[in-house]
């Protein structure tokens, strides 16, 4: 008999962890997963499971719908970018997924600061917008993320 309830209280215990580890990602969207608070890897939508009480969700990020206001100084008044970008392929996006949007305003402002340099503001805010979304899609593309749309306004 102490044989008998050693194995049924080993299968209950088991499937109480498996159960637990269990996490639902909904379509479009994707977990990041943290172990002792370092990123350790991204949950793709579906039934995925995580080790419990060593993995932790970070955080929930959606792979579209993404919006960032970009204040930006050009040669004369003050103007601002409005960037909207996707996130393509979370897997090669891996840890910065936690901060996704402050890598992509710091990779405008990089790029704001590199078209500067050619002049591009002289061409009109359309030709800017065109320039800054093609000069920060260079830069993010080996990330799996992608600017869809740029608006430049003035002050």
Aim: with cysteine; proline share 5%.
């Amino acid at each position: 008999m102490n044989v008998f309830t050693f194995l049924l209280a080993s299968v209950v215990v088991l499937a109480t962890v498996a159960v637990a580890g269990l996490r639902h990602v909904p379509q479009g969207q994707v977990f990041t997963v943290h172990r002792f608070g370092r990123y350790r890897r991204t949950l793709g939508p579906g039934l995925r499971w995580v080790l419990p009480g060593f993995d932790r969700i970070g955080h929930h990020v959606s792979l579209i719908g993404h919006h960032v206001a970009v204040p930006m100084a050009l040669n004369g008044p003050a103007a601002s970018a409005d960037l909207y970008y996707q996130i393509l392929d979370p897997t090669r996006t891996g840890a910065v997924l936690d901060d996704v949007d402050a890598l992509i305003q710091q990779q405008t402002h990089d790029a704001l600061q590199a078209l500067h340099g050619q002049n591009a503001p002289d061409k009109g805010m359309v030709a800017l917008a065109e320039s800054l979304k093609h000069e920060v899609n260079r830069r993010i593309n080996a990330l799996g993320l992608r600017v869809i749309r740029c608006a430049v306004y003035p002050g």
